[in-house]
């Protein structure tokens, strides 16, 4: 499967650097090494939420479901381009390049192979309009890389039916994300999603888990929304 995977990515490649379109001077490159060098990487900061500080401000994640948060760059620049080139232009290498940075960086309490990877669910809505989950091909790379399970056992139960005629408000309450478990679901777990934002997705997939009986030990990301 990995060889087929591969030649697939192979096709499905862009030209250029995934980040800046210029031309690569090889063929298995995939950032060019401007962009190489101008990688957001973060430097450890709170353990709970993955930020480098909280800037006065209380940690966002003190009440959450997850006891930590990780992610190796930060959202911008460089990062936030290879999160476009797999969300929007489908670039399932960039998906792999963004495993491969988190692989190189993971904490090493992290990496155990009793310890399943989970991908947050995808929005129904937005998986059919893209006909792939980011999170998912983000997830499955990385737990290929590092050797880890891979457990695809979350599901999105919020309809966008049930947001037609809601107000704006309805529909960015917490309660509209409506998370479940399919199938059995690991003892341990790391959920991961391409992007934390506000980490309402995560949290919400944590809490799933949890119901279901799943140790959630991380929530990992690829990129921070600072
Ligand atoms: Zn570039
Ligand atoms: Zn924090």
């Given at each position: 499967m990995?060889?087929?995977?591969?030649?697939?990515?192979a096709?499905?490649?862009?030209?250029?650097?995934?980040?800046?379109?210029?031309?690569?001077?090889?063929?298995?490159?995939?950032?060019c090494?401007?962009?190489?060098?101008?990688?957001?990487?973060?430097?450890?900061?709170?353990?709970?939420?993955?930020?480098?500080?909280?800037?006065?401000?209380t940690?966002?994640?003190?009440?959450?479901?997850?006891p930590?948060?990780?992610?190796?760059?930060?959202?911008?620049?460089?990062?936030?381009?290879?999160?476009?080139?797999?969300?929007?232009?489908?670039?399932?290498?960039?998906?792999?390049?963004?495993?491969?940075?988190?692989?190189a960086?993971?904490?090493?309490?992290?990496?155990?192979?009793a310890?399943?990877?989970?991908?947050?669910?995808?929005?129904?809505?937005?998986?059919?309009?893209?006909?792939?989950?980011?999170?998912?091909?983000?997830?499955?790379?990385?737990?290929?890389?590092?050797?880890?399970?891979?457990?695809?056992?979350?599901?999105?139960?919020?309809?966008?039916?049930?947001?037609?005629?809601?107000?704006?408000?309805?529909?960015?309450?917490?309660?509209?994300?409506?998370?479940?478990?399919?199938?059995?679901?690991?003892?341990?777990?790391?959920?991961?999603?391409?992007?934390?934002?506000?980490?309402?997705?995560?949290?919400?997939?944590?809490?799933?888990?949890?119901?279901?009986?799943?140790?959630?030990?991380?929530?990992?990301?690829?990129?921070?929304?600072?």
């Amino acid at each position: 499967m990995s060889r087929w995977l591969a030649e697939l990515v192979a096709l499905l490649a862009p030209p250029g650097c995934l980040a800046c379109g210029c031309a690569l001077g090889r063929a298995d490159e995939r950032l060019c090494a401007t962009c190489v060098r101008a990688l957001p990487w973060l430097r450890p900061g709170c353990r709970r939420c993955g930020l480098p500080r909280h800037r006065g401000r209380t940690c966002p994640a003190a009440r959450a479901a997850f006891p930590r948060a990780w992610a190796p760059v930060a959202y911008e620049g460089v990062s936030q381009r290879l999160v476009a080139a797999l969300k929007f232009r489908g670039a399932l290498v960039a998906g792999d390049l963004m495993a491969a940075h988190m692989a190189a960086n993971l904490p090493v309490a992290l990496r155990d192979p009793a310890i399943a990877l989970v991908p947050v669910p995808a929005a129904p809505a937005r998986r059919r309009r893209r006909g792939f989950d980011p999170a998912r091909v983000l997830t499955l790379a990385l737990a290929r890389r590092i050797d880890q399970p891979f457990a695809d056992c979350l599901v999105r139960a919020d309809r966008t039916a049930r947001q037609v005629g809601s107000s704006r408000r309805e529909r960015r309450a917490p309660g509209r994300l409506l998370i479940r478990v399919r199938g059995t679901p690991p003892s341990l777990a790391i959920l991961v999603d391409d992007v934390h934002t506000t980490g309402a997705t995560l949290d919400a997939s944590a809490r799933a888990l949890a119901a279901g009986g799943t140790t959630v030990v991380a929530a990992i990301s690829y990129a921070r929304t600072l």
